[in-house]
């Protein structure tokens, strides 16, 4: 690691960091094409929102500058992401979209 006016940087290969950005990129795509769908509740899609526009910064910082702050808060990111994914999914109770099987006929 390497201290440039103050900030820390990662020395050596920048791929790592490199490919961290763009899966960064491509969740926050992803996440504002759902958040923009429609198919989850109002309050979901502005957190959807929300939390892309808080990494799409560390995602440029990540790419251009390689700096181990950036890919801290990420990581961090990426952490409560997952928790938060598993209150909503245990939440839910399993209680998602009904199944071919599960439809009843009407005729």
Do not use: Y
Request: proline share 5%.
């Amino acid at each position: 690691m390497t201290t440039t006016a103050g900030r820390v940087r990662s020395r050596g290969p920048v791929l790592h960091p490199r490919f961290c950005a763009a899966l960064t990129a491509v969740s926050c795509a992803v996440h504002l094409w759902l958040a923009t769908s429609g198919h989850h509740a109002a309050w979901l899609g502005i957190l959807m929102i929300g939390l892309a526009a808080v990494c799409i910064p560390c995602t440029v910082h990540i790419w251009r500058h390689s700096r181990v702050g950036a890919l801290h808060q990420v990581t961090i990111s990426a952490l409560a992401m997952v928790g938060l994914h598993a209150l909503l999914l245990l939440g839910a109770g399993g209680a998602g979209p009904p199944t071919a099987a599960g439809r009843r006929r009407t005729l």
